[in-house]
């Protein structure tokens, strides 16, 4: 049974930082990319961040870029999201997915959430002052 489970997410003043985590267990195959998405209301989900599983490779949405960073730990178990300098229009409902259906870098980097087979439940992040 596969499970992807956030944790992290709060409440941060703009300009602050907040690291999110994304464990993973269960998957009886290899999964190709492990992205985070998010969700605000009234607005389209949207892809933040994704990365590759078999080298590393990571991909960032134009309105994180040099903001966010992507990892994961060494047993590829667990995916980080490092959130800093933190904007109002940053908070959303952040999930973590993987895809798995072994389609091309370019297709997973798009990070378009049709593609993702697997989500966890997600996690508040509240930028405010």
């Known amino acids: 049974q596969v499970q992807l489970v956030e944790s992290g997410g709060g409440l941060v003043q703009p300009g602050g930082s907040l690291r999110l985590a994304c464990a993973t267990s269960?998957?009886?195959?290899?999964?190709?990319?492990i992205a985070w998405f998010r969700q605000a209301p009234g607005k389209e989900r949207e892809g933040v961040a994704c990365?590759?599983?078999?080298?590393?490779?990571?991909y960032y949405a134009d309105s994180v870029k040099d903001r966010f960073t992507i990892s994961r730990d060494k047993f590829k178990t667990t995916v980080y999201l490092q959130m800093n300098n933190l904007k109002p229009e940053d908070t959303a409902v952040y999930y973590c997915?993987?895809?798995?259906?072994?389609?091309?870098?370019?297709?997973?980097?798009?990070?378009?959430?049709?593609?993702?087979?697997?989500w966890g439940q997600g996690t508040q992040v509240t930028v405010s002052s």
């Open positions: 990365i590759a599983s078999s080298d590393g490779t990571t």
């Open positions: 269960g998957f009886t195959l290899d999964y190709y990319a």
């Open positions: 997915a993987a895809e798995t259906t072994g389609s091309s870098w370019a297709r997973i980097r798009a990070m378009l959430y049709w593609d993702y087979a697997y």
